[in-house]
């Protein structure tokens, strides 16, 4: 069976997005916010890089991966297959963090959503400053600045193999990362625990994200909300939202 064609998958995604963004302005309007405050990043797992292309092109400039062996490539062919004169996105990454891969997913990353361990906080702060130490190529076609962007991920029920901090040790993680000046620390990501109310869980990410403020007050970020819980991420604050199959669809995996 073959895919849809080039102009097709373009419809696809024009009416998907518009779909999307749509959804985000009548959430947004329900609760008094600005729509515009709203960062949509675009999940692309699984998915070939001449979709992120298109997103591109579109005027989506955040796309996210949760494998670095996969958005390694992904990055490598997006530059190569967009104009030279083309924004180029800006990469998160969304997965849980192997220590061995802090290097390579510096080497793209410009934002990191799943820092939840100590350890990983100093690979990645090396990491990065060990790639402006060795940058010499302003040509790589990627949108990053000297710092990385963190995220540190916080576990609403406590289960270690989703990733994420529990709330007592999420104080020194924090700290942690506000340490580096490699890093940046932009707020607090979270899952909605399988099973439970969205609201509820993301009224929790919201309470811990106002107390994070008090000794970090800039990391006023909340990355929280997929395809299937966006409304509710939306009306508890969040400010980053990571949709994947709603933009995407549910056709079969293609991987470029």
Not at 19 to 48: F, H, N, Y
Not at 93 to 104: A, E, H, M, V
Request: glycine share 8%; with cysteine; proline share 5%.
């Amino acid at each position: 069976m073959t895919g849809p064609s080039d102009d097709q998958r373009r419809s696809e995604l024009v009416t998907a997005l518009g779909a999307v963004r749509g959804r985000i302005t009548e959430v947004c309007a329900s609760v008094g916010r600005d729509p515009r405050a709203v960062t949509l990043i675009a999940v692309t797992k699984t998915r070939p890089a001449s979709d992120v292309v298109t997103l591109a092109r579109l005027g989506v400039r955040d796309v996210g991966e949760n494998r670095d062996q996969e958005a390694a490539a992904k990055v490598a062919e997006v530059g190569r297959l967009l104009e030279p004169t083309a924004p180029r996105p800006h990469w998160h990454f969304l997965g849980q963090i192997q220590s061995r891969k802090c290097r390579s997913i510096a080497s793209y990353a410009g934002t990191v959503h799943s820092v939840d361990r100590v350890e990983i906080i100093g690979r990645l702060a090396d990491a990065v400053a060990a790639r402006e130490r060795d940058r010499t190529d302003r040509t790589d076609r990627t949108e990053r600045t000297a710092h990385l962007d963190v995220f540190v991920q916080l576990s609403l029920d406590g289960d270690p193999s989703r990733g994420g901090v529990v709330a007592t040790e999420l104080q020194p993680v924090a700290d942690a990362v506000a340490s580096r000046p490699e890093l940046r620390l932009r707020g607090l990501m979270a899952v909605a625990p399988l099973g439970a109310d969205p609201d509820a869980a993301f009224a929790a990410l919201a309470v811990a994200s106002a107390r994070l403020r008090e000794s970090h007050p800039g990391a006023d970020a909340i990355s929280a909300g997929m395809s299937a819980d966006l409304d509710a991420a939306l009306r508890n604050g969040a400010t980053h939202v990571r949709v994947g199959t709603a933009l995407l669809g549910r056709r079969p995996p293609v991987i470029s």
